[in-house]
């Protein structure tokens, strides 16, 4: 059993209880709407729901961290909230409801090859982008489907006596954002790029 | 007949001013694929023209580009001769590009004026 705490003021549960509601009520529409979460999913029902809140209401935040571990949720996350990594799905077993996004290119995007470049014309926008050989990789990889850290680690194979992982998948990151910034990769949904 | 060479020359400068605002409004806010396809039906409407017709289209056409603030722009004159010629409409648009320290890009209807230089890169639409 949880050890009930000291009750919390108007404004403070405003804080605690509000704003992490919409936030994660933000969250579960944009996850369920791209399939990362689904209906049936244990951590659906269980956490945003008016029990759930009302642990907030009565149990400080490390209460709380302490009876998810138990539970056998994995914390990765705290943005005002918890946010969880791992939970039984319905027909039983892990999904990994925390894993980082995909993307496609953009239906107007063409690529075509130069000597030592990649040249991306965006014909919807009228944008060009070249991309060197190391962006080149992350690109073709990128728009097969794969995610950030899947690519810095495809990277860290292909590119002999390049930089160290963690500073390929800074620049990975920084690229696919550019990249997203500018419409030329677009979010997709797990499994569906071939 | 010199009087009505200028006056046909005349009324297609104007012509190409009146066609002016909406193509440089689309160069400078929709990408090519949704341009043309906007420029092409305006163009379809218009009349089909001869050689002559057409040699006098793209005289007008390089005259106002070149009094156009800044340089002159090949995309611009490509995008006119889509707007007021149907076999201009109907003609391919290419993008050529040429990788460098900078890359350089040229526009071009097929057919019509194809450039001396060569590209690394030629997209069609």
């Given at each position: 059993m949880l050890p009930a705490t000291t009750r919390v003021e108007p404004r403070l549960a405003k804080l605690l209880v509000d704003r992490p509601r919409r936030w994660l009520k933000d969250v579960l529409t944009e996850r369920l709407s791209s399939r990362i979460l689904e209906p049936g999913d244990r951590w659906v029902s269980a956490w945003p729901d008016a029990q759930g809140l009302s642990f907030q209401h009565r149990f400080s935040a490390e209460e709380l961290a302490e009876e998810f571990e138990a539970a056998g949720l994995a914390i990765v996350?705290?943005?005002?909230t918890y946010f969880v990594l791992h939970a039984s799905s319905a027909e039983g077993g892990e999904r990994d409801l925390g894993r980082a996004p995909v993307y496609r290119a953009a239906d107007d995007v063409r690529t075509e090859k130069l000597e030592d470049a990649l040249l991306l014309v965006d014909?919807?926008?009228?944008t060009t982008f070249r991309l060197n050989p190391t962006g080149t990789i992350i690109w073709e990889l990128a728009s097969q489907g794969l995610t950030v850290p899947s690519i810095a680690t495809e990277l860290a194979l292909r590119?002999?006596?390049?930089?160290?992982e963690a500073e390929l998948l800074a620049e990975t990151r920084a690229l696919v954002g550019e990249l997203v910034a500018s419409r030329l990769l677009e979010p997709a949904r797990p499994g569906s790029v071939s | 007949m010199i009087a009505g060479a200028v006056i046909a020359q005349l009324a297609e400068v104007a012509r190409v001013v009146r066609a002016l605002p909406a193509v440089e409004r689309g160069r400078r806010t929709l990408g090519p694929k949704p341009l043309l396809a906007e420029l092409r039906e305006r163009g379809k409407k218009a009349a089909a023209r001869g050689p002559e017709d057409r040699a006098r289209l793209r005289r007008a056409i390089g005259l106002v580009d070149a009094l156009c603030p800044g340089k002159r722009n090949c995309y611009r004159r490509a995008l006119l001769e889509i707007a007021l010629d149907a076999g201009g409409a109907n003609a391919r648009f290419v993008m050529g590009f040429r990788d460098g320290e900078a890359l350089l890009g040229h526009a071009w209807l097929a057919g019509r004026e194809e450039p001396q230089d060569r590209y690394d890169v030629r997209i069609e639409l």
């Open positions: 996350d705290r943005v005002s014909l919807g926008r009228g590119v002999k006596d390049g930089p160290a | -």
